[in-house]
């Protein structure tokens, strides 16, 4: 017995260290970003914030380039979510039934796109052929369908018991009618789940901008991080602007910047971590 | 007269029977025939000098061109090698993680802390590239970032990191761990969980301990999952993903830090070259194609687990 209760306590210090190698990271961001500019500079900042402000999260805020692609970031998303949540379910529903023609090959042609696919350029090429470059549609279609997704719908759709759907055969509906007012409701999980993964998707979406936006006022939240994080672009009016002995800590700034773009993530994470786990296990099942 | 034989419903019929549900299929089809199969066929501009103006149809042929020039490029070599490496590295450390990870989290007794633990794990899988190349590229940063503070308060010297080719695969694979090794143990705790109760009991009654039981009940519980990821994985090698070395290299450390989908990007979409970037990548796209058949084969081989 002495044994295991070793490995237990061992055990439970090894998960307290990915806990901790997890959480410090964000926990350090958020110390940094929030103290005052001479304790950063020392070096004194390890956990907790000290000299407590939020100077930097005004800098970020009042920043236009930051307001422009959060704002743009959230028309992506929501409009992008919806496209693809639609799209989505109802191919999945119609994959769903085995008596649609063609139905096999139909699940050939998305399969194989996973193990092949055109690659950067020509995908390039077609976007830029239909017109999209520098317009919303660039970050919404062509990430429109996930074959994951795709095939976890697909296979809780098929979980659904036919003599529901039955039911509403003899009330006179249609297969679109059937899937508008039966199976809709009852997959209300399903749902949520996929569409906060194509939400999170397209929020930290980074390639389509990249490859399709070249204006900058159509930038997204994860493009104008990277100038300002990694790229070093850092508003100097912004910086001048307070001026004096305020001197600006570029780090505290960045942490910031990171902080404010990734605070929506870290709110719906707890929704998304309730639905999330089943929606994978749901897809885990061979279908 | 011949009794009439029952007849298949005819193609026409079935269409026909099927009408809604084809109609509700179109977007998702004209979806992959334009951002899938569209590109597919795209990759004919390799054997072309295309041509933005001229277009597919107007651009001349030019058969193997790019490809030969790929080949004799002093670049091809480095560019497999380091493609090869980063991918290879990320496997070997990245796909036990989970698998240890999801075995300590099935030794813990304690269903709140092991909830626990697995709601920070995963979080970390939802930030986005962007956020974490950000956090690296601070936290290593030879002045002010967090790790050459504490070396310093330790007496060694600051190291530039993100500056040394020497580092750079160490980096790529740590963080890629950091991010996603929680998220992946979610598929092994589902495949613990459909392993019967009664085998641990009856191993129990023989006396084996807890070391024994997951050796010979818990892994090979384990062992179709794991095989399934791997051979995906090991298909997978090849496509390192672009976005993050995109983001962490840089021209010191292009030695060992660009691989294909960074030299496809900086040849097609920078330069122009589309071509030549399309010739890459297609070659580099029929090897990952050949090295996913290949896995599959040699596990349908061994385990007869595979996935087709």
Known sequence: ?287 | MHPSKPLRPSFLYRVKKSKVLLLMFLPCLLYYLIFKYAPMFGVAISFQDYNLFKGIWESKWVGFKYYQLFFENPDFFILIRNTFLLGFYNLVFGFPAPIILALLLNEVTRNVFKRFVQTVSYLPHFISTVVVAGMVTMFLSPSSGIVNQLMKWIGLEPINFLMNPSYFRTIYVASDIWQHVGWETIIYLAALTSIDPQLYEAAKMDGANRWQQTLSITLPGMAPTIIILLILNVGRVLEVGFEKVFLLYNPATYETADVIGTYVYRTGIISGNYSYATAIDLFMGIISLVLIYGANLVSRKISETSLW
């Open chain 1, 1 to 287: 017995m002495r044994n295991i209760s070793i490995f237990q306590t061992v055990n439970t210090l090894i998960l307290l260290c990915v806990v901790v190698a997890t959480l410090y990271p964000f926990l350090y961001m958020i110390a940094v970003s929030l103290s005052g500019n001479l304790y950063v500079l020392r070096g004194e900042v390890w956990l907790w914030p000290k000299g407590f402000n939020l100077a930097m999260y005004e800098l970020v805020l009042n920043d236009p380039r930051i307001s422009t692609a959060y704002l743009n970031t959230i028309i992506y998303t929501v409009v992008g979510t919806a496209v693809a949540l639609t799209v989505t379910s109802i191919g999945a529903y119609s994959l769903s039934k085995r008596e649609m023609v063609g139905n096999q090959f139909f699940t050939l042609l998305i399969v194989f796109t996973m193990f092949f696919s055109g690659g950067m350029i020509p995908t390039f090429l077609v976007v830029r052929s239909l017109g999209f470059m520098d317009t919303l549609w660039a970050m919404v279609v062509p990430g429109a369908v996930s074959t994951w997704n795709l095939i976890i719908m697909r296979t809780f759709f098929r979980g659904i018991p036919a003599e529901l759907e039955e039911s509403g055969r003899i009330d006179g509906l249609n297969d679109f009618g059937i899937f508008l007012r039966i199976v809709l409701p009852l997959s209300k999980a399903v749902l949520a789940t996929i569409g906060l993964f194509y939400a999170v998707g397209i929020w930290n979406n980074f390639y389509q901008a990249l490859l399709y936006l070249r204006d900058s006022d159509r930038f997204p939240l994860q493009v104008v991080l990277r100038n300002i994080v990694l790229a070093g672009q850092i508003n100097n009016s912004n910086v001048t602007s307070i001026g004096g002995d305020n001197l600006i800590i570029e780090e505290s700034l960045k942490f910031a910047t990171i902080m404010v773009s990734t605070l929506p993530i870290l709110l719906v994470y707890p929704f998304l971590q309730k639905y999330f786990v089943k929606g994978v296990m749901i897809g885990s099942v061979k279908g």
